[in-house]
């Protein structure tokens, strides 16, 4: 049985699985699978109120460093564009002249191997540091060594540090004596209790707010939807500028008084990627797409966004290709990317800019090869999203306290 083989049918597994769980699937099979997931979000709920119950009594602590604390997180897993609003608040809180550390679980990172590990171990009596990303100055790991969005913030956040450990109070720390750092950006850390947020940022899809209602694995939900009012400011992400009352009537319902902050992600280009003719790394102008046959591929949680940017902006999708949320491409992925858009008669391969992190820039692409680049529009709430920032650039304003963690 090749490497190949078991990846291609372990990604079958899971994308069959995120069809059920989106209801994508009809029939006999789907249901009974679905039954199976719904016992399984059944324990997950159980594990997830015992936790935070743990948290609430006070039979877990948290722990306090000395510094103003941002979470940026979800109730639900993936898609709600996290990473743009992680990196628009780290800028703006950056220009005022804060120290700021973005802390990550570096999720689906290369974990460091085995005989480093035990070396550590032996000759240290501390636990190893944190990865350090960026220092501020020079990023200093790939995204197979960082994770893919660690990676892509270190990059498009100069003078930012960026540190990668599940440990987020350890590397937090870490942030302080090393870097002299007084504000640390927790990324997806709405479920991190160890560290309280000064400020907790919570993202909501409007496309999707909750999924089907139901917890992991049967949903999409980390945990119950009350917890909206453990949420500081709420971020309506994807929105197309129309107001949605039933939604805000259920955020109203559990966070009165919450001020909610609506946003859209904007194509702002393309850029060329990999070797090929034309200069790598150069920006090309939206309007390139308008009537151009496209083959689309991406790796992310809804696809299906990424997709209509493209058709919005004229693009003429020969075909899509959707692998799972941070595949990592290999080179035989990528040589039938580019076999099916030559037989498609495509005029040139699209991705995403988290995806291009996880391909080689040293690429030989037989056809021309972009990612497009998208940054976080405020459409509502600008002035909240000021008082925001203000209140961890100048906390003595005295405004009002951020929520903490307790839950009902």
Not at 214 to 229: A, D, F, N, Q, S
Not at 332 to 359: H, P
Request: aromatic residues 10%.
């Amino acid at each position: 049985m090749s490497q190949r083989w078991l990846k291609k049918h372990l990604n079958d597994l899971e994308l069959y699985t995120v069809d059920v769980i989106y209801g994508r699937r009809a029939g006999a099979g789907p249901m009974v699978y679905g039954g199976f997931l719904q016992s399984l979000s059944w324990l997950f709920n159980g594990i997830t109120q015992a936790r935070l119950w743990l948290y609430r009594h006070r039979l877990f602590h948290d722990q306090p460093l000395g510094c103003l604390v941002v979470v940026v997180g979800n109730l639900t897993v993936g898609g709600t564009g996290k990473t743009p609003v992680v990196e628009k608040f780290a800028r703006a809180l950056h220009d005022r002249g804060r120290k700021v550390a973005i802390l990550s679980r570096g999720y689906k990172s290369k974990a460091q191997p085995f005989w480093k590990k035990w070396w550590w171990a032996l000759t240290h009596t501390e636990e190893p540091p944190p990865r350090i990303v960026s220092d501020g100055r020079t990023v200093l790991l790939d995204s197979e060594q960082a994770g893919d969005e660690p990676f892509m913030l270190a990059r498009n956040l100069p003078g930012v540090i960026v540190l990668v450990d599940k440990n987020r109070v350890k590397a937090g720390e870490f942030a302080i004596k090393k870097f002299g750092c007084d504000t640390l950006v927790l990324d997806d850390g709405f479920q991190y209790l160890p560290l309280k947020g000064s400020l907790n940022l919570l993202l909501v899809d409007k496309t999707n707010p909750f999924g089907n209602g139901h917890l992991l694995p049967r949903g999409i939900l980390r945990e119950p939807i009350k917890h909206l009012k453990r949420a500081s400011y709420v971020f309506l992400t994807k929105s197309n500028g129309e107001r949605d009352q039933d939604l805000e009537r259920v955020i109203e319902e559990h966070n009165p008084g919450v001020d909610i902050i609506e946003c859209a992600h904007r194509p702002q280009y393309l850029r060329h990627f990999g070797v090929a003719d034309g200069a790598p790394g150069a920006r090309v102008a939206l309007s390139f797409l308008k009537g151009r046959r496209v083959l689309a591929f991406s790796g992310i949680a809804t696809p299906e966004s990424f997709e209509k940017f493209l058709r919005d902006l004229g693009a003429l999708l020969v075909g899509r290709e959707r692998f799972l949320d941070h595949y990592r491409f290999g080179d035989e992925d990528l040589a039938e990317l580019f076999g099916q858009g030559q037989r498609e008669g495509a005029e040139c391969l699209v991705t995403t800019e988290k995806d291009a992190v996880r391909i080689s820039e040293q690429l030989y692409c037989p056809l021309p090869l972009y990612y497009l680049r998208l940054e976080i529009d405020i459409l509502r709430g600008a002035a909240d999203f000021d008082e925001a920032v203000g209140r961890l650039c100048f906390p003595q304003s005295g405004s009002r306290p951020a929520n903490g963690v307790s839950v009902g």
